[in-house]
């Protein structure tokens, strides 16, 4: 028996031990190196992998473009699988801030101090508190301490009374 013969027959024998999910993998982001909590994720920051269909957690990457510019959540390590969870938009906003509030209708635009009572990136959604009012408004966070107001932050309409 040749050598060539005999890697044949290993091969045979290997495609048909394998069930043919095992066969086909799926391709996965991972980190090509260790990416610390905060970080911003870049596109040298990440590789591909292959993963079995079957060991495929839901929520997992499978495109570069989902995480890219994303802030890591924890503590990525290199060839582990991403998932959705593990990165967030990088804050721009943060808890206790005071941030610029523009209410806008149409032909009218006005603006406000606010304080922010949360963290978030482009595009969250917070609650900001008016100092002088106390009322809480709920806005998109459109730039580095910019939030667009978008309603009250409670379903429920503030109640008015009469003063005596």
């Keep these: 028996m040749t050598i060539r013969n005999l890697l044949l027959m290993l091969a045979a024998l290997a495609a048909t031990a394998l069930p043919a ?19 911003v994720i870049a596109d040298s920051d990440l590789t591909f992998a292959t993963v079995e269909g079957s060991a495929l957690m839901a929520g997992t990457v499978t495109g570069i473009e989902a995480v890219k ?37 149409p032909g009218v635009e006005l603006t406000a101090m606010g304080r ?8 969250d959604t917070i609650t900001v508190q008016n100092p002088s009012s106390f009322r809480m408004i ?10 667009i107001a978008t309603g009250p932050a409670s379903p429920f309409p503030s109640r008015r009374t009469a003063r005596n």
């Design 21 to 39: 999910a095992a066969q086909e993998g799926v391709r996965i982001v991972v980190p090509s190196h260790d990416i610390a909590r905060g970080q």
């Design 69 to 105: 510019n994303m802030e890591a959540r924890r503590m990525l390590h290199a060839g582990e699988a991403l998932r959705a969870d593990d990165v967030r938009r990088p804050v721009v906003v943060n808890k206790g801030q005071t941030v610029t509030m523009l209410f806008r209708a």
């Design 116 to 123: 922010a009572m949360s963290e978030g990136g482009v595009g």
């Design 138 to 147: 709920s806005g998109t966070i459109s730039a580095p301490g910019t939030v």
